[in-house]
């Protein structure tokens, strides 16, 4: 609105997921910054921390342990399914789950809870 245009680049489909009507209007009419913290509260923002570089890298540290199959799988899940029917989501998470079981990945991120690790494969996606 700064600029005399309005949202784009899926930004009016990205906040109408995230905040109600009134509140995206507000934001988009006014152009008002908004701290960290309110943009905590308006779940625009996962969290809001002191040290946001030692944060991501927690978070990137917790998921480069897993699968990394598992992990693009759940990706891949929430992404095709977030707006999707009941019936549409749990046939997806149906096939993929079909798709990770008995493979090396699922097996040495399965043994890792029993102490015993074995190294992570580099594989490609089954699911386009």
Known sequence: ?????IPDMS??????ELVPIDVAKELTMTGRVISGDEASELNLVTRCVENPIEEAL???????????????ASKQL????WAANDQ??????TSMQKDLIGTWNQLSASLRNFGVTLPY???KPTHP
């Open 11 to 16: 930004g009016s489909v990205t906040l109408r």
């Open 121 to 123: 494969k580099n594989t």
């Open 1 to 5: 609105m700064n600029k005399g245009l």
């Open 58 to 72: 927690a978070v990137a540290r917790a998921i480069i342990c897993r699968s990394p199959d598992s992990v693009a």
């Open 78 to 81: 929430f992404q095709r399914n």
């Open 88 to 93: 549409k989501c749990l046939e997806l998470e």
